[in-house]
């Protein structure tokens, strides 16, 4: 009878507060944003990067002032393991060694990445980048194996190569981060020398990594039958690589195509830094994929008109930073015939490489010193070269070869000479050692190559904008293309005018500062894309759709033809035979001024991608030491948040005390019902008595 | 169960059935054995089937001792050498750690 009206009134209390929860989760930690870790990868032989406990890791936060200051984290702090915040000037090799050696003690690192690039340069890649993958090996040349007469990357410390047990995340410089060295001050900070008192500032960081040991390893639990599912601990690095003809050419018939001569002219299309997903890469790779893109789509008439013997190929490798996974896979089809064309039929290599120029206007011609003994390759060298030469003349520049007898740098054209000798330049910016000063890191990013806008510019202004950056590339974009379309059989004084400028400066708009703007909207597909150049993703796909259509749009040409028979690689209804030379793609185009429908077109043109994946994971050879053997670990949550703690004693304390309250109980319970008859039923014994 | 009802062959019986069943590579049968009818067999005043009851319960309790030595063995090294044996630990595994060599 009373029981109703209860119930209501419970329900609507329950209603009300159910509402308005409050998460005591919420009340306790703050989440990270965005989280940036350092993930491991595994080879033949090594595991690299970082590991953390599969319930994460937590210590107390302590911001580093100086290194003299890691003595509190590795000896003399009271409350280990520690939670290291590092600024970015002292994310430094000496650093990070000590807190590796102590690794028991420390539970962690946090870099905060700056908003401005240090000035004294910082690579954490090799010194000797690709050391044992290129085709500098004692065999080959001893003198020029191992970088013996040029280092390379001098300012390398080799940390993206180090393994360390902790994690390693990164932070932005902004509001939060600021929060969290104001919970250091408050609560973490000793005051003279005496022990900071609980409750303290903690931090917990959770990237476990599945993969463990080496590529073999992993490889082999990939694969396991036993379990009912098996779980995949890691990923083969791979991609795809870019490539489009200047004249097509067959694809469907795979092989050696007699009687024809292909130019390569090469660029590397990934980078990558220490943390993952971040590998802006401006000057290491920005630099000579926009050049070469440009390239494409300057001699994309003239190479029409001129009907050239030669074919150009620019063809643009992923995953050159691991071991030159793109490159060493095209070589390996091209061997197998499984390519469009074969190594016969290469008649020679130009790569674009490091081409940012900061003020100079001198680039390097660099070429192998061992294959240009033989005479008839020296010949074809001395020849590109001095097309090179003339080109560059009538731009105002200079471009001169650096000493005979020095190697290769770092680079795809590498992967060709070691299959047979073939002639070939690379082009630099630098004379022996890198002029970059943060080759493979994340500051290698539009200020570095000076990409910058005048302030106050909307999105679609900066994209017209031409900076400084965009002016130089041009330059180096056109040296590039005459000397490209006169090794081709071209005539020189018919390239007069390439205008390259417009389409370098929203290239580099592009890539490096905002890739979701107008000018890819109208030339691609719909498509959700992240960064451009990214670390290197296992199936990553949506970067590579985006150069590919790119490239597709600078050197095709707008077919009439509807978006089904587009879709399905022909022109019209019967055809059946242009698949096989062209490739077909809709762009979603831009909508005309007096409409909101987007007006779409078709493209036509010889872009294809093929599969970048280390030869290998073809072969299944996981210990080979001819190609990369680089997997990505997988992993399942990555995240950070940061709490305050209190001490271990008060834990024990309040654990000690909940054990003794549940003891107690049990033991009041058992003495209550074993006496239970004299304590409940002394009531009852009167009436009993009464009979 | 209730083995104060049961008539002393019934138990005899049981003791059988769980007893033979425990070759099957059952060791826990052997267990339920000995734990069970360890009273009934050693604790209680003799009857007729109590001799047989014992040499039931004390052959299970060999057998129960061989198969907790022989598996004790068994996990301590498996656990121990797993990750050193490379591929044959891989092999033998049902499930692997991640993360953990």
Redesign the interface.
């Known amino acids: 009878m009373y029981g109703m009206p209860m119930t209501i009134f419970l329900f609507v209390c329950l209603f009300v507060t159910g509402v308005s929860c409050n998460s005591v989760g919420d009340k306790i930690y703050v989440d990270f944003k965005d989280n940036i870790p350092c993930v491991r990868l595994l080879n033949a032989t090594h595991q690299i990067g970082c590991?953390s406990s599969?319930s994460g890791d937590v210590g107390v936060l302590h911001l580093l002032e100086s290194e003299e200051n890691l003595d509190w984290v590795l000896s003399s702090g009271p409350d280990p393991p520690y939670m290291v915040m590092l600024e970015s000037t002292l994310f430094t090799r000496s650093v990070m060694m000590k807190l590796k050696s102590s690794s028991n003690r420390v539970a962690g690192v946090v870099v905060v990445a700056p908003n401005t690039n240090p000035s004294a340069g910082f690579s954490p890649h090799a010194s000797c980048p690709n050391e044992n993958s290129g085709v500098y090996t004692e065999k080959y040349s001893p003198s020029l194996a191992h970088c013996n007469a040029t280092v390379w990357n001098p300012l390398g410390n080799n940390l993206s190569y180090e393994e360390f047990d902790f994690p390693i995340f990164s932070l932005k410089d902004d509001n939060d981060t600021q929060a969290m060295r104001q919970c250091y001050m408050d609560h973490n900070r000793p005051v003279n020398g005496s022990k900071p008192r609980y409750p303290l500032c903690a931090m917990q960081l959770f990237s476990?990594?599945?993969?463990?040991?080496d590529t073999a390893?992993c490889m082999?639990?990939n694969s396991?039958a036993?379990?009912l599912n098996p779980?995949f601990?890691c990923d083969p690095l791979g991609d795809v690589n870019i490539w489009a003809l200047s004249k097509p050419l067959n694809v469907t018939e795979k092989g050696h195509k007699p009687g024809e001569s292909v130019i390569i002219a090469a660029a590397r299309l990934d980078s990558r830094s220490f943390f993952f997903d971040i590998a802006p890469g401006a000057e290491s790779t920005a630099s000579g994929l926009v050049t070469l893109l440009a390239v494409a789509h300057a001699l994309r008439n003239a190479t029409q008109e001129a009907q050239l013997n030669t074919t150009i190929m620019y063809t643009f490798f992923h995953g050159e930073t691991f071991d030159y996974i793109g490159s060493s896979r095209m070589v390996f089809d091209m061997e197998r015939n499984q390519s469009i064309i074969d190594l016969d039929n290469v008649h020679s290599v130009l790569e674009v490489g490091q081409v940012g120029l900061h003020g100079d206007t001198k680039l390097w011609l660099h070429s192998d010193p061992v294959s240009r003994r033989n005479s008839s390759i020296d010949e074809e060298v001395v020849k590109l070269i001095k097309n090179l030469n003339s080109s560059a003349k009538s731009l105002n520049f200079s471009v001169e070869e650096p000493g005979s007898s020095q190697a290769l740098p770092p680079s795809s054209f590498q992967r060709f000479l070691r299959a047979r000798p073939i002639p070939g330049v690379v082009i630099e910016n630098h004379q022996s050692t890198f002029t970059n000063r943060y080759y493979q890191s994340m500051y290698d990013n539009s200020d570095y190559l000076n990409v910058s806008y005048p302030p106050g510019l909307t999105p679609e202004e900066q994209l017209d904008f031409v900076t400084d950056a965009a002016k130089s590339l041009a330059k180096v974009a056109t040296l590039v293309a005459r000397a490209l379309f006169v090794q081709a059989g071209g005539n020189g004084t018919s390239v007069v005018t390439l205008s390259v400028l417009s389409q370098v400066s929203r290239l580099l708009y592009s890539f490096l500062v905002m890739p979701n703007n107008s000018w890819f909207h109208d030339t691609r597909f719909t498509f959700h894309f992240i960064t451009v150049i990214v670390f290197f993703s296992p199936g990553n796909t949506t970067t590579n759709f985006y150069i590919g259509f790119m490239l597709a749009n600078l050197t095709g040409s707008v077919v009439n033809t509807t978006q089904e028979n587009c879709n399905n690689q022909k022109e019209n209804e019967d055809d059946k035979e242009t698949k096989h030379l062209y490739y077909y793609v809709w762009a979603q185009g831009a909508a005309p001024p007096n409409g909101t429908e987007r007006e779409g077109f078709c493209v036509r043109s010889t872009c294809r991608t093929t599969k970048a994946v280390s030869p290998a994971f073809e072969l299944e050879e996981y210990t080979s030491s001819n190609y990369s053997t680089w997997t990505e670990s997988r992993w399942k949550s990555i995240k950070g948040r940061i709490f305050l703690v209190a001490s271990h004693d008060l834990e024990m304390l309040t654990l000690g005390v909940g054990v003794g309250v549940l003891l107690t109980s049990l033991l009041l319970t058992f003495f209550i019902s074993s006496k239970a008859d004299i304590l409940f039923n002394s009531g009852r014994e009167p009436t009993n008595a009464t009979y | 169960m209730n083995l104060e009802r049961l008539p002393n062959e019934e138990k005899l019986g049981l003791c059988r059935k769980y007893y033979l069943c425990g070759f099957a590579c059952l060791p826990f049968l052997w267990l339920v054995n000995v734990v069970w009818f360890f009273r009934e067999a050693f604790r209680k005043p003799a009857y007729t089937e109590q001799t047989q009851m014992k040499t039931y319960v004390k052959r299970s309790a060999l057998g129960l001792l061989f198969w907790f030595t022989v598996l004790t063995t068994w996990i301590t090294i498996f656990q121990h050498f797993r990750a050193q044996w490379g591929a044959v630990g891989d092999y033998l595994s049902f499930t692997i750690p991640l993360g953990t060599p």
Request: proline share 0%.
């Open positions: 590991q599969l476990h990594m599945s993969a463990v040991t390893t082999r639990r396991i036993m379990s779980e601990v």
